[in-house]
């Protein structure tokens, strides 16, 4: 199978990673961007400077991982969080159980388990983990999204919305000042709808990020194959 390809921009904090100093390593390779390194390429060239391969392999890792985390949002707040990282090994049957359990502690959730040839995935409600074949192994996605938040906010400007079709019909025949108080009613409705859904994400996305970014390091720091970190 193909390996992952480093850039030079990924290559020199890989190697500022691994040597825990950046003054310690600074390989002259210039990669072109659509070529770059292996890990193999890698952890050669941090032998010749003094760095372990173990080392050089964990610092891509936690590359990958850092690399991934992404966020869904609705007027800049962050509605939906996924993390994706690259495992470039295939995960085994023994460890993706061992995820599954983790999944439901860390998320307090049985959920549901379904396979459809190579694809696996664990799902509860919007909360989805999928583990994707690769051309270096497997890849796993996290991704949810806050189905109460996004409804909340999109029944307040619903709110919103009849608000100004009755201002307008009732400004058309004359009668918007008796619509005030409705109107008012409408208006308060939509604010605290939208209020309530947008006041709840940030700390929501915030703990998501973190479990996702813990699951995802130690899966992806493993060292081989059935040696997943307890939680």
């Known amino acids: 199978m193909a390996e992952r390809r480093y850039n030079d921009k990924e290559i020199a904090a890989i190697f500022r ?26 952890q050669a060239i941090g ?20 690399m991934a985390p992404a966020a869904r949002t609705i ?5 939906g969080v996924s993390r994706t990282v690259n495992l470039n090994r295939r995960l085994t049957d023994d460890e993706w159980e061992r995820l599954v359990v983790q999944l439901r502690e860390v998320f ?15 799902t ?7 583990l994707e074949p690769t051309e270096t192994g497997h890849r796993l996605r996290f991704r949810t999204m806050h189905g ?16 100004a079709v009755v201002a307008m019909v ?7 000042a008796a619509a005030i108080p409705g109107l008012s009613v409408l208006a308060a409705g939509g604010a605290a709808f939208i209020a309530s859904g947008a006041l709840r994400l940030p700390r929501w996305a915030r703990i998501r990020q973190k479990q996702m970014e ?9 060292s081989q194959p059935g040696a997943l970190p307890p939680k």
């Open 124 to 130: 509860n409600g919007n909360l989805q983990v999928l």
């Open 75 to 79: 007027f800049g707040l962050p509605i």
């Open 108 to 122: 307090n959730a049985r959920g549901r388990m379904r396979s459809e040839g190579s694809l696996r995935q664990w």
């Open 17 to 42: 990673a691994a040597a825990d100093a950046p003054q310690q390593a600074n390989p002259e390779h210039q990669v072109p961007a659509d070529e770059g390194l292996t890990l193999s390429d890698l």
């Open 170 to 176: 009732t400004a058309l025949n004359g009668t918007f």
């Open 214 to 222: 813990a699951l995802a390091t130690q899966i992806a720091s493993a």
């Open 148 to 163: 109460a938040a996004r409804g909340a906010i999109g029944m307040g400007f619903a709110m919103f919305g009849v608000a």
């Open 47 to 66: 032998r010749e400077v003094g760095i372990p391969a173990d080392g050089v392999a964990q610092a891509a890792q936690a590359l990958d991982v850092r």
